[in-house]
């Protein structure tokens, strides 16, 4: 397993009517949230692209528990359980950064394409690394 | 079940790097969708607000199959398919409108709550009117 | 001059926690406006990139009269005043549908560059047809 | 004078086609840069909302010299240079974090209103607040 923690504040361009997060904005912080990470271990998503590679989102999905609100900091928990081999999964899950109460969850799920968007196999550098993570991990 | 077909054309503020729209906002899409759909039938979001109740996602999916570009005109299916009791759930498929192709599908689930947030019961004219164009097109 | 009016209504996604449309929803909404003012005189946008230009923003501008609000129709009227050589200037001001009311006003300027960016001269079968529909318009 | 300085990271979400940062996303940097501002010499704006007081943009300018591309870092540094009586204006430049040259720069103004949106005079604790501020600056 990988994890990666992601801090966010909310600004008044996140909130809508209601006073709370607009729902659609979380999937711009889980964006941010799957960079980070995975440039914490060496993944570079620019360079990434540059060696020919995409990875587009094939599905995304959301639950929304309590809405954050304007000048709140907020965590996106962000881990990926599985070595990818087609496709890649990460799950969010999204807190409070006070209180640690917990506010949404959901994940992505991203296919690997080369630059014309045809699907492609995982990049070997990329599944070497995504490996030797998961085993560090595992003896932790 | 209540169907609505809303269009809309994609503009440079949609797409991405990738030359395709950016994933989240299709739920910006989807939130057109719906708005219209309910609209159509005579429930206008403004006024159930300003009723009391509010429709807050609980939440949010996608499944993307093929990303609409720059310029592209697409059509955003809605439906309804269950008269909703404490939840409401629309489905969405998008397709392109020149060839009908799916480029991707979603759903969104709706609580009801008062103003302050907190879960209500549908409200009743919401509930008849969706029962009467349930029951209208049952019929046809 | 060349004039063009673009409708746009105003939802959920817009609206921030004043209940009215953020500040920055409306360079969105000029977009739109141009590139449909564009295609209505025979300038496709996806085009005009596919045939090796494109139009950046240099400079874009907004003054705030009255915030439209969750639902609105609104109108953005855009205009070109000059036949441009280097820069093309458009400039916008939005009404309500309803009532003409003034809500804000804008403009944007635009270079024209070669696909990665570098200056050129404005392309010449664009500049044809802006000259060839301001001169009809000027004998109207 | 009160300067700040804000760092923001560039995102998939804020990239258009042309690889750079879409022309309407520096204004939510903006907000972002000036939220901080403010945060950093005491005034909160989620409090200077509760305390009856909105500061909405009345005006907004961008020119734009360079885009941003994905995964730069940028930082927007902002300034106020006079004490507002009505209205109160920031100027924001933005520079590349690793070579510090100049992206673009623009600027804010804001009125001082009501929770309705009726025009109001400066809050007394906010005009302090700056003074004290503009004040300790001309002295260092």
């Known amino acids: 397993m990988i994890k990666y923690s992601h801090p966010v504040k909310v600004y008044y361009k996140d909130i809508d009517q209601m006073g709370i997060v607009y729902y659609s904005r979380y999937f711009e912080f889980f964006e941010e949230a799957r960079t980070e990470m995975l440039l914490s271990i060496g993944l570079d998503y620019a360079k990434v692209e540059d060696q020919g590679a995409m990875?587009?989102?094939i599905e995304a999905h959301a639950e929304y528990k309590k809405g954050?609100?304007?000048?709140q900091n907020i965590i996106i928990h962000t881990q990926i359980d599985e070595l990818p081999k087609v496709r890649m999964k990460f799950k969010y899950s999204v807190v409070s950064e006070n209180t640690d109460e917990l506010l949404?969850?959901?994940?992505t799920v991203h296919a690997f394409t080369d630059l014309k968007g045809r699907p492609i196999r995982i990049p070997k550098y990329i599944y070497s690394i995504l490996k030797d993570k998961m085993n560090v991990n595992k003896l932790l």
């Open 55 to 57: 990875l587009p989102v």
């Open 68 to 71: 954050a609100i304007f000048g």
């Open 104 to 107: 949404m969850t959901g994940h």
